[in-house]
């Protein structure tokens, strides 16, 4: 254990770092520590916010590092399991993933936009989910694969979809002792093809005013067999366009259902107008870009 001392070059006051080596002991420092306590995988969230927001961030006692925890590690595929990410995989990990580049291309890209190149070979899934932005770049390409978080906590392990993970800005269901452990994904049918893209007004650095994926599988004459669409950044939480989807499901794939889609999925989301955007123009965002997912993701199915 180790002991962080604020002096007069250290903004972060007093902590203790804490190095478990497994997910139980993980789990059980977190645990006995209760709410003075967080876990600390890339850091890319959390210091930021230990530093610049002391005055209205929960500052704890105990960071929870979990570097030297290798079963958060790893990204494994196989036809019927799935592909399974390790919550401590990096998001240069994810998006230099074979794998995962040809299978699951949408969640390749959106790793491949969170921060910078530095930042990217830090930051994890884990924490890019755990942190709970809205505007979390991995987490509508995720949603719309259907994918699952695993949680491990002092009772076990728990498995729980993805959409159930979040519960507001910065807020998720884990329980008091629990961290993620992995995010489990099935494996896409036949001729499916996917697509992420978000709205910055950088190209790096900077956070999504909008994002969205879709994956789509064809069926027999280039039908639709099976939709999924995600938004980020206009709702309290990542949310799913439920009703776009099924104004999809069954239809040939093509501009005039893709043009009925997008309007459909703009009236489902919620945004907010803040510095970056206003609600309006989010509207309009969600509209152009979820088209445009659409047209990608089913290029990408067709042979």
């Known amino acids: 254990m180790e002991r962080c001392e604020p002096n007069e070059e250290n903004v972060l006051r007093s902590f203790q770092y804490l190095a478990p080596q497994s997910i139980d002991e993980a789990v059980r420092l977190l645990s006995e520590h209760g709410k003075s306590a967080r876990p600390l995988a890339g850091g890319t969230d959390i210091v930021v916010q230990m530093k610049e927001n002391a005055t209205r961030f929960a500052y704890p006692e105990f960071l929870v590092g979990l570097s030297r925890v290798p079963e958060l590690r790893g990204i494994e595929f196989g036809e019927s399991a799935g592909l399974r990410i390790g919550a401590g995989a990096t998001m240069a990990e994810i998006a230099e993933s074979p794998i995962i580049r040809e299978r699951y291309a949408a969640i390749a890209e959106g790793a491949g936009v969170v921060g910078s190149l530095q930042t990217m070979n830090m930051a994890t899934i884990g924490g890019n989910l755990c942190n709970a932005a809205p505007s979390a770049d991995t987490a509508p390409a995720l949603l719309a694969f259907d994918a699952q978080a695993v949680i491990a906590g ?130 309009h965002l969600v509209r152009v870009m979820t088209e445009r997912m659409l047209r990608e993701a089913v290029a990408r199915a067709r042979p």
């Open 154 to 283: 002092p009772s076990g392990r728990r498995t729980i979809d993805l959409g159930e993970f979040f519960a507001g800005p910065g807020k998720t269901t884990l329980a008091p002792g629990e961290l993620m452990a992995e995010v489990r994904v099935p494996a896409p049918a036949a001729r499916t093809g996917s697509a992420y893209r978000r709205h910055t007004p950088r190209k790096q650095m900077d956070i999504a005013v909008v994002g969205v994926a879709a994956v789509v599988t064809l069926g027999d004459g280039d039908r639709i067999e099976r939709v999924r669409i995600a938004l980020g950044a206009v709702a309290p939480t990542p949310v799913r366009a439920r009703e776009a989807e099924a104004s999809l499901t069954a239809q040939p794939a093509g501009d005039e259902a893709f043009t009925r889609a997008a309007e459909i999925a703009a009236s489902e989301c919620s945004p907010i107008s803040d510095q970056r955007g206003t609600a309006e123009f989010r509207h």
